[in-house]
């Protein structure tokens, strides 16, 4: 089965420093990666859509030069916080379509998540 | 933009019995997917059942059913003999060309 790893886990760091989260489609290629983030006892809200070799696409109200994404390879996708601060502090999910075609029923893979906590 | 709306922010069923969560959802679309994830206390993402909206038949896995009705834009989970396991958060999500999008969740506790 197709298998999306995100890298850290759990990351605690003190606040200002940048974080980067990585996720990885281990089996598959992926054109687009979707990034999002989940407040406790909360849904997931879509952040980012990352595309492979282009610009992110991100939701309203998301900060572009606060969340930075980079999506390089057709396997990887990297979610930066810079500067963070405890209010960024949440569980970030990322997921992976398969690359193919008629994208809306190509299934999507969820990663295991990060947990970031900023002191 | 598309919505997705869970109304019961918790339910809960005897073991054994069943239990249906609600899902409505607004779109202009035609060509969409429905979901249903379980999310347990580790937070993973688990899949749990789909459904193409061009296939008027219900999905159906196992234990979990769904009641899709697409013109009332309604998108229901049954939950057949519960057991503890199937104890956890679970969302509703809608995914279309572009993206996909949840629900703001269900807390399903299963009493022994």
């Known amino acids: 089965g197709a298998v999306v790893s995100q890298h850290p886990s759990w990351v605690i760091c003190k606040s200002g420093t940048s974080v980067k989260i990585e996720c990885r489609s281990l089996?598959?290629?992926?054109?687009?990666m979707f990034w999002y983030r989940q407040f406790p006892k909360q849904s997931l809200m879509l952040m980012a859509t990352?595309?492979?070799?282009?610009?992110?696409?991100?939701e309203q109200g998301v900060e572009k030069d606060k969340f930075l994404i980079n999506h390089a390879s057709l396997t990887l996708s990297t979610l930066t916080v810079t500067s963070a601060h405890p209010e960024d502090s949440s569980f970030y999910i990322c997921?992976?379509?398969?690359?193919?075609?008629?994208?809306?029923?190509?299934?999507?893979?969820f990663g295991d998540g990060t947990r970031l906590s900023i002191l | 933009a598309q919505t997705v709306t869970q109304s019961q922010p918790e339910m809960s069923v005897q073991e054994a019995e069943t239990v249906t969560l609600s899902c409505t959802y607004d779109t202009s679309e035609s060509d969409y997917y429905l979901f249903w994830y379980k999310q347990p206390p580790s937070r993973q993402m688990i899949l749990v059942i789909r459904?193409?909206?061009?296939?008027?038949q219900n999905a159906t896995e196992n234990r979990f059913s769904v009641n899709f009705q697409k013109a009332a834009k309604s998108f229901s989970l049954k939950i057949s003999d519960s057991q503890l396991g199937d104890a956890a958060m679970y969302f509703c999500a809608y995914r279309n060309n572009n993206d996909m999008r949840f629900g703001a969740g269900t807390r399903l506790t299963v009493k022994p």
């Open positions: 089996d598959f290629q992926a054109t687009t």
């Open positions: 990352s595309n492979e070799g282009s610009k992110a696409t991100y």
């Open positions: 459904q193409e909206a061009y296939k008027q």
């Open positions: 997921s992976a379509r398969r690359t193919g075609a008629a994208r809306y029923n190509q299934p999507q893979h």
